[in-house]
């Protein structure tokens, strides 16, 4: 079992900065890929970007391409979205999971555990 805990998500306006870390507990974080997915009101959750166990290996949405970055720190259980130029568009609930399987990948079934999600809002 693990537990994820996301934090960081704030009101902000466009063009700005935030970084949201997903605290895991549990089980050994680096025996897991860790992906980002948003949901907007009335919208269906969506892949944001992942990042395989080891760090190395990272993919994202086209949407936010350039301007967020995913990272982990396996050491501290924690992985990271840096979100930087903030769009209107990006405001919605912002869901951190963990998934064993290896690589990276996009499909939100593949992941096993999920966080309670954080509010990210962007005004223009």
């Known amino acids: 079992q693990v537990q994820l805990v996301e934090s960081g998500g704030s009101l902000v306006q466009a063009g700005g900065s935030l970084r949201l870390s997903c605290a895991a507990s549990?089980?050994?974080?680096?025996?897991?890929?860790v992906g980002w997915f948003r949901q907007a009101p009335g919208k269906e959750r969506e892949f944001v970007a992942a990042?395989?166990?080891?760090?190395?290996?990272?993919d994202y949405v086209d949407s936010v391409k350039g301007r967020f970055t995913i990272s982990r720190d396996n050491a501290k259980n924690t992985a990271y979205l840096q979100m930087n130029s903030l769009k209107p568009e990006d405001t919605a609930v912002y869901y951190c999971?963990?998934?064993?399987?290896?690589?990276?990948?996009?499909?939100?079934?593949?992941?096993?555990?999920w966080g309670q999600g954080t509010q990210v809002t962007v005004s223009s």
């Open positions: 999971a963990a998934g064993r399987a290896l690589g990276v990948y996009r499909n939100l079934p593949g992941y096993d555990y």
């Open positions: 549990g089980r050994t974080f680096s025996s897991y890929a």
């Open positions: 990042i395989n166990r080891s760090g190395r290996s990272t």
